[in-house]
Structure formats: C-alpha cells, structure tokens
T-cell receptor, first 115, second 112 residues
Framework: EPEVTQTPSHQVTQMGQEVILRCVPI?????FYWYRQILGQKVEFLVS????????KSEIFDDQFSVERPDGSNFTLKIRSTKLEDSAMYFC?????????????FGPGTRLTVT | AQTVTQSQPEMSVQEAETVTLSCTYD???????LFWYKQPPSRQMILVIR??????QNATENRFSVNFQKAAKSFSLKISDSQLGDTAMYFC?????????FGAGTRLTVKP
C-alpha cells in the first residue's frame, strides 16, 4: 500500500540553524500538508500546499517557515533560524483531493530537537 | 474558531472490554467532518473512523463506532473487544473548509 515517507526520522540542530524536513507524498496526491506536535500536546496545522503554492496557513506558520516542492516528488518544510520552541514532531500529510471524503494520509513524522 | 476538546487525558481498559473516548467540539458551521485518528507508539497517525455531519447515522468500522450527537456537538468513539494493539493516543479532529483542528488527545492503554 502506498505511504507517505519522511526523512530524517530525527534531526538535532542548534538554535539559529536552518533545517529542512523532507517528505515524499503518495504519488498521485495533489494536496500536501505540514502539521506540528509539540511533545505531549495536540497536533497543530501549519500549512497546506496545492499547485505549487500555499493554499492555507496557520498563525504558527510565520516568516521563519517556508515550503517547497522542488522536484515533483519531494515536499519540504524549511525553518530558517530554529528556536528552542520549534522542537516538536513534524508530520507531513497528503491527499488526492482537498477535504473529505478524501483522506489525509500522514507520514511517520520527523522529530526535531533544537538545542 | 473551531475548537475540539478531549476531556480524558488518559484511559485504560482490560483486553476484550469496551471503552468509550469522549470528544466535544464547538462550531457555528452546519456542514463539517469529524475524525478519530490513532497514533500508536510508532507515532504514525492513522485514520480510524470519519463522520459526515449531515449524516444522522453513526459511522462504524469493525470494532470502532461513534456516537455522534450533532445538537450536543459531541463525537465519542467506542472501541469494542479492545485489543492490545489498540494501545495508542487517540485524537479527535474537526474539519471544515480546509481547516483541520485536533483535540489534545486521549492516551488509551489496553491491559492484558
């Protein structure tokens, strides 16, 4: 069964450094999403992406964040200058169409630790 | 803004027993979707069950069923014949107009 993959599974970085989290969505999916889950807290929506542009973003997704689909298969989340509070699990998801009944398929997540 | 509340941070159940996880939400919308996601220790979020708000019939997927009370804005998940593999975090989620909101989660432990 096709699945969303994410790399790396765990990334440790120093405060102020740039990080790029990578996701490979399911191949026929057109809508892509990033979510964040701070340890022990709920999953929070960051951004959705369609047709090579951002379609929705939350208040969390500030100028430090950017997303890109550089090559037609990867979908990346970049954090320009990481802060301690960026430490979290980051989940990528994709769906074939926007919204239900089309399910969002989640990747296994990347644990980002900012020291 | 839509909010989703899960009032039970942790629950436990004996294997083969039935457990109900609670979820309430707040919205002024009439058409929306509700979901329960399971997040096992592997941390991958898996869709368990979905409910369309315009459908009065409660959704059922094998051992998982929901009690959807639209007027009360309540969406509880019932797990029958609990199995050890059901041990996970369970998140209730609300979706409307490309806006997905999650509850804080309930950690369910199934005991042998």
């Amino acid at each position: 069964e096709p699945e969303v993959t994410q790399t790396p599974s765990h990334q440790v970085t120093q405060m102020g450094q740039e990080v790029i989290l990578r996701c490979v969505p399911i191949s026929n999916h057109l809508y892509f999403y990033w979510y964040r889950q701070i340890l022990g807290q709920k999953v929070e929506f960051l951004v959705s992406f369609y047709n090579n542009e951002i379609s929705e973003k939350s208040e969390i997704f500030d100028d430090q964040f950017s997303v890109e689909r550089p090559d037609g298969s990867n979908f990346t989340l970049k954090i320009r200058s990481t802060k301690l509070e960026d430490s979290a699990m980051y989940f990528c998801a994709s769906s074939v169409e926007r919204g239900p009944p089309y399910e969002q398929y989640f990747g296994p997540g990347t644990r980002l630790t900012v020291t | 803004a839509q909010t989703v509340t899960q009032s039970q941070p942790e629950m436990s159940v004996q294997e083969a027993e039935t457990v109900t996880l609670s979820c309430t939400y707040d919205t002024s919308e009439n058409n929306y979707y509700l979901f329960w996601y399971k997040q096992p220790p592997s941390r991958q979020m898996i869709l368990v069950i979905r409910q369309e708000a315009y459908k009065q019939q409660n959704a059922t997927e094998n051992r998982f069923s929901v009690n959807f009370q639209k007027a009360a804005k309540s969406f509880s998940l019932k797990i029958s014949d609990s199995q050890l593999g059901d041990t996970a975090m369970y998140f209730c989620a609300f979706y409307n107009n490309n806006d997905m909101r999650f509850g804080a989660g309930t950690r369910l432990t199934v005991k042998p």
